[in-house]
């Protein structure tokens, strides 16, 4: 004969949440520990200092500023309009490849840009590039022009 225990009879089971959690624990446990340790195992080693070419005393780039009444200057230097040609030749003659940037103040008269840049052109520079800054809102700028009077009678 067979007696049956009072306590109910249950299996086993494995819960695989708090296993994934205990994981994750120490999968960040032993990263944060590894990383912090990287920099203590480091040996200081001297090493050799990259030596680049002697910088040439050839200029390669030169920026060029047109200002109100006709005002050329040259990477921040003020050159008389009677010297910009001959500036010019000099740079060319001293680099073929140089590059020059051409940019204007908003006051600056536009046909006093086109004059330097046809010096430019006459030299032979053939890298020129211009300095473009967008233009204020509406707000910046001024009143709205007005409108046109009507026609008279």
């Known amino acids: 004969m067979r007696i049956s225990s009072p306590v109910p009879h249950k299996r086993a089971r494995i819960e695989i949440i708090p296993l994934i959690d205990i994981m994750f624990f120490l999968l ?8 912090s340790q990287a920099h203590m195992k480091g040996i200081r080693v001297n090493l050799p200092a ?5 910088p040439s005393g050839v200029k390669d780039f030169v920026s060029v500023k047109v200002l109100e009444g006709n005002a050329v200057f040259f990477d921040n ?3 008389a309009q009677d010297q910009v040609l001959p500036r010019l030749f000099e740079l060319h003659r001293g680099n ?6 051409i ?17 430019v052109r006459q030299v032979g520079i053939t890298k020129v590039g211009y ?5 204020a809102g509406p ?9 046109p009077p009507p026609p008279g009678p």
Do not use: E, W
């Open 28 to 35: 960040a446990s032993f990263m944060m520990v590894s990383l």
């Open 50 to 54: 990259a030596q680049g070419p002697p």
């Open 77 to 79: 230097q003020y050159v």
């Open 96 to 101: 073929p490849d140089i590059k020059i940037s």
């Open 103 to 119: 940019s204007a103040a908003p006051t600056a008269v536009y046909g006093d840009v086109i004059g330097v840049l046809d010096k």
């Open 131 to 135: 300095q473009i800054r967008a233009a």
């Open 139 to 147: 707000a910046a700028s001024g009143p709205p022009p007005a409108a």
